[in-house]
């Protein structure tokens, strides 16, 4: 070839033909870099968590349940010296709490009695964190920090850790997590749990069921101890036997957990003259009942309302169910993750034992909720695992999936947040309530009492003396709930106004006590002059509106034979309405 003359590419020889080279990465190069991105990663997904902590809180900002007014109403009477009553002068333990009560009321006498709901949001998102935290510490022990750094966010979002915004379970719920963490610590060092002893009698002050999330701690604890000393001992007979699994039950932490639970029972039995709530038995009473889902049914059409508009079918959760218990099985049989073991043995034996005896209510399901998100962590951490044994980029493929899987679920649960607050701070039920209650201030003296269904919000609001149609803030006679007889309170104890409607549990007007005792005075939203007829419930029902009419009790009582004929005007209307509902 001359020199300085061009050759001629051919497509053969050409550059089109010349294999495609990468120039080498030196990977020795890169290792420093990795570890500090490994470095860093923690604390990126720390600070990601704490912002998805706030984001949380504000939207779930001024967002409770009914029920847990109940609690800040105890916390405000003993705020304000009344003592630990709903109704002041009536020592009824309708709380399920009494030691977070406490709390509430003492922290609401430094800040504020109008503070104490805003205190109760602060803890239980206080609450959350410490749970995330004691989930990833908890995993990270057991080396599988990715089922801690997914079940965390996870979590966060579910509407069961919403619905606990403002009870104790919350606050209880952390402190066996990390009660959890404490004890596997002491555990491998062969030490005395005294923290996670500490911190399991504080959640049992918090809520008495926390008895339930000591049970597989102390199987675990015995076991191991007991397996040691067969280990170290050989050929000893059966009464050196039974002497070492006395000696493996840990006397001193369960005498830490017990002594103040004792304590707390005995001062509750002078106090309320009940060891455990007499609420409990008022919703046992109410589980036999149709007006209350059972606490498995009630979950499971709670999990289908809250996930999608139109609800998961049964198989399909059916399915997630058994991929979560093969899971399960799986790190049990090869990796032996035992923080993740005691989590899901508390909460198969707490499911276990709500199911026996008690109705739905939301909150009731934040350890069911933390045992969902283990289990979709876990999932997700063993299909990585698996797909890191097929290529060495399967783990990231898998973990970008769920990352975007986890992207889609946070614009849809922010949305839900968001859409949750201005639906709860703007539906018909929550301003008819708001607008009852100021009713109520303006109408009503101090000493009328008001009989109702629902006596968180309005109880709070209002402060006025409740008479609660099913006793769980008042005393009252639980057989008659069992036997399905509903106006028992009122019928008793002829509250001063009562708040009735078709949309609530159903209406009185059929018995003519009622139309004897009482007067129709006005309804709310609408100013009406008759009271709700049935057919309009229907009506509203559709609109998913909420109307209610307060009746007033009268000065003189009514003609028994009137008050007759106008229970079964109501009855046929009732039955008519029945009629043409069923041939729609």
Known sequence: MERGKRPELGVEEGFLSAPLRLPPINFEKLKPWIGRIARVIPWIFGVALLAEIISFSVG????LADGAYITLRYARNLALGNGLVYNPGVRYFGTGGPAFAVLLGVLGKIFGVSQIPLVAEMISNGSIAVTCVAMIVGFREERQPLIGFLAAPIYVLLHSTRAGVGFEVLPQMACIASAYVFYL??????????????????ATLLRPDAIIWMAPVLVHA????????????SDVSIQDRFRDFGRSIPFKEIGIVVTPVVVAAIACQIYFGALWPAALGTKIALSHTTQWHGYLSGGLSWIQRGWTTDGLPIIVLLWLAFLGVATVGYYAATKRDRFLELILAGVLLHSFAYSLTLPSYGWYYVPEGLGIAILAASVIAYCADAAKRISSYGAAVVLALAAVFGYQLIIYERYSVSAGQHVLETSDRIVVYHALSDWLKSNTTSTDTVGLCEPGLIGWESGRPIVDQFFLVTPGDN?????????????????SFIIESPLLFGSMRGHPWFWQNYEFIRSFPETRTEPLTESEADELRKMDRMEVDIWKLRGTLLDLKEASSLAR???KSLDDSKTGSTSE
């Open 479 to 495: 057989d008659s709930l069992r036997r399905h007889v509903f106006d028992n309170a009122f019928r008793t104890q002829h509250p």
């Open 185 to 202: 610590r002491a555990w491998r060092n062969e030490k005395t749990a005294l923290g996670a002893s500490v911190l399991m009698a504080i």
């Open 569 to 571: 005007d109501y009855v």
């Open 60 to 63: 779930q900002h001024g967002v």
């Open 222 to 233: 015995v076991a191991t101890r007991f397996n040691r000393r067969l280990i170290t001992e």
